[in-house]
T-cell receptor
Framework: DGGITQSPKYLFRKEGQNVTLSCEQN?????MYWYRQDPGQGLRLIYY???????QKGDIAEGYSVSREKKESFPLTVTSAQKNPTAFYLC????????????????FGSGTQLSVL | AQTVTQSQPEMSVQEAETVTLSCTYD???????LFWYKQPPSRQMILVIR??????QNATENRFSVNFQKAAKSFSLKISDSQLGDAAMYFC?????????FGTGTSLTVIP
């Protein structure tokens, strides 16, 4: 079955440590996204990528980094510069669409809960 | 910049009754798409319903329907015959090209 796999489900970070969240999709989607969700709040965009080897910052990119070396994979690194990393992180993907051209939804992974030790 | 506003942080409904969740958005574009996502306690995001802005007819999916008012930039979700399994966080979302914008969500409680 096609879908998005995020791992791990739970992750703990020590102070000063970088951690990487994995996101893999087999939907052949060009566009991939990382969102952060804090308790009782909506989704805030961290980074997105529309094509391999290219990505753009979202609204809250500071303290995070990404790579897009393969179409299927879009890992997110939470660096030590991110002082408040505790949150639920959602990876998503969608087909690429020019403005107004597609109604395709976002497909979501099951998320990673990151906590600070 | 596009923004999506959900003005009801929490709502409750009696089982089998009908509830409407509100959503407004701000955009200067004419072609875009709107979505309602459900996030149950499992935190898996599930698409409930979608609407194309160029369609005047309101979308429906079984017990879920929308009231899309393009001029007013309003996109409310109506849940009929509410069930216990409808209890969740509901997010309104707007798509333009490859950008998605989300509201802050409405937490729906279903009372038995």
């Amino acid at each position: 079955d096609g879908g998005i796999t995020q791992s791990p489900k739970y992750l703990f970070r020590k102070e000063g440590q970088n951690v990487t969240l994995s996101c893999e999709q087999n939907l052949n989607h060009d566009a991939m996204y990382w969102y952060r969700q804090d308790p009782g709040q909506g989704l805030r965009l961290i980074y997105y990528s529309q094509i391999v080897n290219d990505f753009q910052k979202g609204d809250i990119a500071e303290g995070y980094s990404v790579s897009r070396e393969k179409k299927e994979s879009f890992p997110l690194t939470v660096t030590s510069a991110q002082k408040n990393p505790t949150a639920f992180y959602l990876c998503a993907s969608s087909i690429f669409g020019r403005p107004g051209a597609t109604n395709e939804k976002l497909f979501f992974g099951s998320g990673t809960q990151l906590s600070v030790l | 910049a596009q923004t999506v506003t959900q003005s009801q942080p929490e709502m409750s409904v009696q089982e089998a009754e009908t509830v409407t969740l509100s959503c407004t958005y701000d955009t200067s574009e004419s072609d875009y798409y709107l979505f309602w996502y459900k996030q149950p306690p499992s935190r898996q995001m599930i698409l409930v319903i979608r609407q194309e802005a160029y369609k005047q007819q309101n979308a429906t999916e079984n017990r879920f329907s929308v009231n899309f008012q393009k001029a007013a930039k309003s996109f409310s979700l109506k849940i009929s015959d509410s069930q216990l399994g409808d209890a969740a966080m509901y997010f309104c979302a707007y798509r333009s090209g490859n950008q998605f914008y989300f509201g802050t969500g409405t937490s729906l409680t279903v009372i038995p």
